[in-house]
T-cell receptor
Framework: AQKVTQAQTEISVVEKEDVTLDCVYETRDTTYYLFWYKQPPSGELVFLIR??????QNEISGRYSWNFQKSTSSFNFTITASQVVDSAVYFCALSVQAAGNKLTFGGGTRVLVKP | DTEVTQTPKHLVMGMTNKKSLKCEQHMGHRAMYWYKQKAKKPPELMFVYSYEKLSINESVPSRFSPECPNSSLLNLHLHALQPEDSALYLC???????????????FGAGSRLTVL
């Protein structure tokens, strides 16, 4: 069985501060995908990134960056110079090849960016 | 604008009512999903349709009845719901249900259901 843990339920920062969201996953499969989704107050989940288990390269996209470490089963997400528009709930998720597209979500981390 | 459109955005219904939630996508995706999300919880998978056939039913009560009339449309028929069924119902789609490009889901904004 798969499991995703987001230990931080809520993080509050002041605009322009950096914020790092932790994600720890568990799976016995060797082929899997990790995701981050953003859910703003409007409701829809917005896809941010997918990383497969064979690609441990870190990635940067604008103010967003991701650190994937198989050794610690972690896939952490950093928002640099946070903005009010970053306020949302962020979900880390895992899918394994054997189970197709069934996403296992973490509990989510609510990020509140104050002006 | 989201590429997965859900209607209605809000729905209030009594326990004896029959209503439907609708979802539409025009991205050519061949897999469509229904998720249920309670407040402050992650989404929970309910159903998956692949090529208009039901592929996964996560042991959802029969008072929820999905329908996929064609590759662009997905409905969720609701009947005799309970107050605990009140939640945000999210529709999603992906290119397919298997294969490398398949598992990036595009979500709609959801239909917020209140059962009185």
């Amino acid at each position: 069985a798969q499991k995703v843990t987001q230990a931080q339920t809520e993080i509050s920062v002041v605009e322009k501060e950096d914020v790092t969201l932790d994600c720890v996953y568990e799976t016995r499969d060797t082929t899997y995908y990790l995701f981050w989704y953003k859910q703003p107050p409007s409701g829809e989940l917005v896809f941010l990134i997918r990383r497969n288990s064979f690609d441990e390269q870190n990635e940067i996209s604008g103010r967003y960056s991701w650190n994937f470490q198989k050794s610690t089963s972690s896939f952490n997400f950093t928002i640099t110079a946070s903005q009010v528009v970053d306020s949302a709930v962020y979900f880390c998720a895992l899918s394994v090849q054997a189970a197709g597209n069934k996403l296992t979500f973490g509990g989510g981390t609510r990020v509140l960016v104050k002006p | 604008d989201t590429e997965v459109t859900q209607t209605p955005k809000h729905l209030v219904m009594g326990m004896t009512n029959k209503k439907s939630l609708k979802c539409e996508q025009h991205m050519g995706h061949r897999a469509m999903y229904w998720y249920k999300q309670k407040a402050k919880k992650p989404p929970e998978l309910m159903f998956v349709y692949s090529y208009e056939k039901l592929s996964i039913n996560e042991s959802v009560p029969s008072r929820f009845s999905p329908e996929c009339p064609n590759s662009s449309l997905l409905n969720l028929h609701l009947h005799a719901l309970q107050p605990e069924d009140s939640a945000l119902y999210l529709c999603a789609s992906s290119q397919g249900f298997t294969g490398y490009g398949a598992n990036v889901l595009t979500f709609g904004a959801g239909s917020r259901l209140t059962v009185l």
